[in-house]
C-alpha cells in the first residue's frame, strides 16, 4: 500500500458549456493521465451534447422541437436529468422548473442576439405550463413525451450534473482523492494525502467583482451556488438578474444575493440551490431547515451582506454581516 508521500498531484482542466472543467487528483506512480484526460473530456462533452440550449443539434433542443403528446427517445443522462429536475419542482412547490426556456431567451440570457428594452418588457411571454405539469419521463425506458408545447432549459442542474460526471470519471479509474469542478460547482472524494479537506472558495455576490467572501472545507460531498452577480441585463437602471422564477415569469426579484447549497451530488445541489434562491430569503431557509439540507443564504441588507447558515436543516446561532 503506497504511504502519502508516494501519491502523486495531477490537475487537468478543458473547456465544456461555455466555461472550463477543472480535476485535481492525487494518485501512485504508474498512472496514464493520458488516458485519464480523454475519459473526462469525453464526460462533459457528452454532458454537453445532450443538454445544451447553445447547440443546435443538442438532444435538448431535439426534444423542444418535437411535437406534442409523441414519445421521443432520449439518452440515459438526459432522462436521469429530467427526472431529477421533476422531483426537485415537486419538493419545491415549483420553485425549480425547467419550462423556462422562453423566459430565458426572452430576457437575453439564452442563445441570439435579444437584447430587452423598456418596449420589450411589456410583451415578455406569458409565464407557460410548468415542466411538471407538461412534461413525462420515462427514465426506464429513455423515452419523454411533452403534454403541451415547453421550452426546456436545464442551465439550473446540467452543469452539477456535468461535474458529477466527471466523479464518475475518476471513480471508474480507482482514483479515490480528488476535486472536480465546472465553474464553481464542485465535488470530492476523500481527503489530501496529508489528512486535510479540499477548501472550496465562495464568491463574493457582488457584481463586477470576483473575489472571496469566505471559503469551506469539502469532503465526499459536492457544493454549488446560484447568485444574482453573475449574469444578467440592465434595463434603464434597472439590473435583472439571469434566474427566472416560474410564478411571475420573470427574473428574481427578493433580498437573496447568493445560496449556497453542499449535498450528495452536485446535480442536486446545484437544483436546490436555483430553487432555494427563487423562494426568496423567507421561505428558502424555511425549506431548507425543513428537508435537513446544509445551505448558506447571503443577503443584501442595506449597504450589508448578511448570511444565514444552516447546517444539517439546523439555523445557526450567529448571523455575520460583511460590508458590500
Not at 444575493?257 to 424555511?286: F, I, K, N, Y
Amino acid at each position: 500500500m503506497k504511504t502519502s508521500t508516494e501519491l502523486l498531484r495531477f490537475s487537468l482542466s478543458g473547456e465544456t458549456m461555455g466555461t472550463r472543467y477543472t480535476a485535481l487528483f492525487y494518485v501512485g506512480a504508474g498512472i496514464d493521465t493520458d488516458e485519464v484526460a480523454r475519459h473526462l473530456a469525453c464526460a462533459v462533452a457528452r454532458v454537453d451534447q445532450q443538454m445544451s440550449t447553445w447547440k443546435p443539434d443538442s438532444d435538448l433542443n431535439r426534444l423542444n422541437a418535437a411535437p406534442e403528446q409523441q414519445w421521443i427517445a432520449v439518452p440515459q443522462e438526459l432522462a436521469t436529468v429530467l427526472s431529477a429536475a421533476l422531483r426537485v419542482s415537486q419538493q419545491s412547490g415549483g420553485a425549480f422548473d425547467v419550462a423556462v426556456g422562453d423566459l430565458v431567451n426572452a430576457w437575453g440570457f439564452g442563445p441570439g442576439e435579444q437584447t430587452v428594452t423598456e418596449q420589450t418588457l411589456a410583451t415578455m411571454p406569458p409565464p407557460r405550463l410548468s415542466a411538471s405539469a407538461a412534461l413525462v419521463v420515462d427514465p426506464l425506458r429513455k423515452q419523454v413525451r411533452k403534454l403541451a408545447p415547453l421550452q426546456l432549459d436545464l442551465n439550473g442542474i446540467a452543469k452539477g450534473f456535468g461535474v458529477d460526471e466527471l466523479a464518475r470519471c475518476l471513480d471508474g479509474f480507482g482514483i479515490t482523492r480528488y476535486l472536480v469542478g465546472i465553474d464553481g460547482e464542485m465535488r470530492a472524494r476523500g481527503v489530501k494525502p496529508d489528512g486535510q479537506c479540499w477548501v472550496v472558495a465562495v464568491e463574493k455576490p457582488e457584481r463586477g467583482v470576483r473575489e472571496v467572501m469566505g471559503v469551506m472545507e469539502l469532503g465526499d460531498a459536492a457544493i454549488a451556488t446560484s447568485g444574482d452577480y453573475r449574469h444578467w441585463v440592465d434595463v434603464a437602471g434597472q439590473a435583472y438578474a439571469h434566474t427566472m422564477n416560474p410564478a411571475t415569469g420573470a427574473p428574481l426579484c427578493n433580498r437573496l444575493a447568493a445560496v449556497t447549497v453542499v449535498a450528495a451530488s452536485c446535480m442536486l445541489a446545484d437544483a436546490w440551490a436555483t430553487a432555494l434562491m427563487v423562494l426568496g430569503e423567507t421561505e428558502g431557509p424555511r425549506l431548507a431547515q425543513e428537508r435537513g439540507m446544509d445551505a448558506l443564504f447571503v443577503l443584501r441588507d442595506e449597504q450589508r451582506f448578511k448570511e444565514i447558515s444552516i447546517v444539517g436543516g439546523r439555523l445557526q446561532a450567529q448571523i455575520e454581516t460583511r460590508p458590500m
